[in-house]
Each structure stands twice: as structure tokens, then as C-alpha cells.
Nanobody
Framework: QVQLRESGGDLVQAGGSLRLSCAAS????????MGWFRQAPGKDREFVASIGWESRTSLYSDSVRGRFSISRDDAENEFYLQLNNLKSEDTAVYYC???????????????????WGQGTQVTVSS
């Protein structure tokens, strides 16, 4: 059974940085695209960033492009989201997700992801 576990969420001041991690077990994830999504209180879950297999492609939402960076370490079966210059509107629960299609490129739509973690809370104080 594939499991994803996020870590690294925290309370941080505006302008600060965090690094989120997602550890996968039960499957070698290197062939699959991976993604990060987030859900703020009272809002729908939204796409943040995605990375394709072998890091060949990446996608970012307009709201985080230039501030966040996604990466993966296939040897460790982990992938990461570096959050820089955080803003109060980045406050949310962040989820990592495993893509459905082997050898796939970066994806931005939720139906293209089949396994989700439990989430990690990021709170940005202004």
C-alpha cells in the first residue's frame, strides 16, 4: 500500500522560509509525477506545484511561482517544496500527492493524482 507522509509545516513570520518534505513508502515513486496542493480554511484545495518523473518538467501556480520550488530525491523516495518569501495568504494545510501515470510530466489537476498524504500545517503570521 502506497503511503505519503508530509513534514516540515510550522508557524513562520511573513517573509520567512520553510521546507516541506514528503516521504513515500510502499512504492518506488521515481517513475511518477508528484505534486503539492494546499487548502486554506474555508476554501477549496488548490494546486501549488508539481514535478514530473526524473525532474524533467515542473509546474507552479501563478500565486507561488518565483517564491516556491519543488524538487525530488528519487534515491530517498522523497520530494520537497521550498517555500520562500512567505505571505499570510500562504497559510494552509499542504498536501503531497502521487501522480497516476508512470513516466508522466508535471500535472496540475487533482484527478491526475491517486494517493494523498495527511497534510502538514503552514501558518504565516503577518
Amino acid at each position: 500500500q502506497v503511503q505519503l507522509r508530509e513534514s516540515g509545516g510550522d508557524l513562520v513570520q511573513a517573509g520567512g522560509s520553510l521546507r516541506l518534505s514528503c516521504a513515500a513508502s510502499g512504492l518506488t515513486t521515481r517513475l511518477y509525477p508528484m505534486g503539492w496542493f494546499r487548502q486554506a480554511p474555508g476554501k477549496d484545495r488548490e494546486f501549488v506545484a508539481s514535478i514530473g518523473w526524473e525532474s524533467r518538467t515542473s509546474l507552479y501556480s501563478d500565486s507561488v511561482r518565483g517564491r516556491f520550488s519543488i524538487s525530488r530525491d528519487d534515491a530517498e523516495n522523497e520530494f520537497y517544496l521550498q517555500l520562500n518569501n512567505l505571505k499570510s495568504e500562504d497559510t494552509a494545510v499542504y498536501y503531497c500527492a502521487l501522480g497516476t501515470v508512470a513516466f508522466g510530466g508535471a500535472q496540475s489537476h487533482e484527478p491526475n493524482f491517486r494517493t494523498w498524504g495527511q497534510g502538514t500545517q503552514v501558518t504565516v503570521s503577518s
